[in-house]
């Protein structure tokens, strides 16, 4: 079965319980990050919740009449789904804003626009990567790999292109390592949850002091000041939500060989919906490719395998390696 949608989307959860101007601002800051566009999305009453997987599934057979046949359930566990507290709250000296000849009120603005610009970034960035981005987040899809029961094991679904057919296994120092997320979203697969029923909370603009670190007793300067934050959630429900290639790299780039591979090794109607990559893996597709045209054009940018969507993202890294382990 292809997976449930819920018919919302991060902006559309984020502009149903946020006011003007703040949703025009989310509008705009949320075209940056691909992600938060793709994946669907939830508002959640409370920061923390119990949600239905499936471990295990049900054992049914043929029997003959007035014999029995071996039935066993569907095994089902609770995983809590917590989210993180984001915060995008800023700061501009006062003299600053004030001696701008577009008016205070235009740098609050942007402000406000690159906080949640950058906030939006670090959720993406920790859907990937989770705590091995930023600790204080919530569980990413990295830390979620194998991490299933035995009978539901994503650990197929994963590819290492060192060890591929064809894969180049001497590195050198090994830097440069980079990621394709093959995902699918919707209530049975991945969405993201907006705890506070998604309410940002949206302080009023303020003036504070704030001191010198380097002599705090004695010096100081008076700041404008806004607080912007949030809470957000991943849900991952199914072993076949996501797959991925890992160890990319210049010595090991990517190809439609392995794409296909990777959408080969899903159950059937399970088949990811998007592959998630960043630039500098998307050039190396297409560099495996023809390079030119008989009509002597380059060739374009992929924009589709086997019939699913290319997403280009700056939230995957080139130097995994450094991070991940």
Request: proline content about 5%; overall charge negative.
């Amino acid at each position: 079965m292809s997976s449930i949608p819920t018919g919302l989307k991060s902006l559309d959860v984020l502009k149903i319980n946020n006011a003007e101007p703040l949703v025009g601002v989310i509008d705009d800051a949320i075209k940056h990050v691909p992600e938060l566009l793709f994946y669907d999305a939830s508002p959640i009453t409370r920061n923390k919740y119990n949600t239905l997987v499936v471990t295990k599934d049900p054992m049914v057979g043929f029997r003959k009449p007035g014999e029995f046949a071996s039935h066993e359930s569907a095994k089902l566990e609770l995983r809590t789904v917590e989210c993180s507290y984001l915060d995008a709250s800023w700061k501009v000296d006062k003299a600053l804003a004030q001696q701008s000849d577009w008016g205070k009120e235009t740098v609050f603005a942007i402000e406000t626009l690159t906080h949640l610009r950058s906030a939006f970034m670090m959720l993406a960035r920790q859907i990937y990567y989770g705590n091995k981005s930023n600790p204080e987040g919530f569980r990413g899809l990295f830390e979620l790999i194998g991490s299933t029961n035995s009978d539901r094991s994503n650990a197929d679904l994963h590819i290492d292109a060192r060890t591929f057919p064809g894969g180049n296994t001497d590195t050198g120092s090994g830097v440069g390592l980079s990621s394709v997320y093959a995902v699918s979203t919707g209530i049975d697969s991945i969405q993201l949850a907006w705890g506070s029923e998604g309410k940002l909370t949206e302080g009023d603009v303020g003036s504070t002091l704030v001191t010198n670190p380097e002599n705090p007793k004695n010096s100081g300067a008076y700041y404008y000041e806004q607080e912007i934050a949030g809470w957000c959630g991943l849900q991952v429900t199914s072993a076949h939500a996501f797959g991925r290639i890992n160890s990319l790299s210049e010595a090991n780039k990517l190809t439609d060989t392995m794409l296909f591979e990777l959408i080969s090794r899903f159950p059937i109607g399970r088949a990811p919906q998007a592959f998630f990559m960043n630039r500098r893996t998307l050039n190396h597709l297409r560099e495996s490719r023809i390079a030119f045209h008989p009509t002597g054009a380059p060739v374009d940018t992929p924009d589709k395998v086997g019939g699913i969507p290319i997403i280009v993202t700056d939230a995957i890294a080139n130097n995994e390696e450094t991070f991940l382990s």
